[in-house]
Nanobody, 115 residues
Framework: QVQLVESGGGLVQAGGSLRLSCAAS????????MYWYRQAPGKQRELVAF???????NYADFVKGRFTISRDNAKNTVYLQMNSLKPEDTAVYYC?????????WGQGTQVTVSS
């Protein structure tokens, strides 16, 4: 099993930046792809970005050019650099991995963007 702990959320003005981190522990050697999701109030959870162990990345259209996902395999940590933030980016951001057919989610970190 894998445990995930996110950090780095907060309140920021529109146009500002935040960097989220997600540290993994437990059965980390089986982790390939690491994901960031988000969930805004009253909305479904949606995929933001993901990165595999080799560093290949993929982004949702609504964050392309603004967010960057990266990972440090030595630290078992994935990051999400968020620039040019918009009020519609306000959500709880979650880290997710799937290992040996088991889903693991972090507790989430709140990101609030004021206009």
């Amino acid at each position: 099993q894998v445990q995930l702990v996110e950090s780095g959320g907060g309140l920021v003005q529109a146009g500002g930046s935040l960097r989220l981190s997600c540290a993994a522990s437990g059965n980390i050697f089986s982790i390939n792809t690491m994901y960031w999701y988000r969930q805004a109030p009253g909305k479904q959870r949606e995929l933001v970005a993901f990165i595999n162990r080799g560093g290949s990345t993929n982004y949702a259209d609504f964050v392309k050019g603004r967010f960057t996902i990266s990972r440090d395999n030595a630290k078992n940590t994935v990051y999400l650099q968020m620039n040019s933030l918009k009020p519609e980016d306000t959500a709880v951001y979650y880290c997710y991995v799937r290992v040996l057919s088991q889903d693991s989610w972090g507790q989430g970190t709140q990101v609030t963007v004021s206009s």
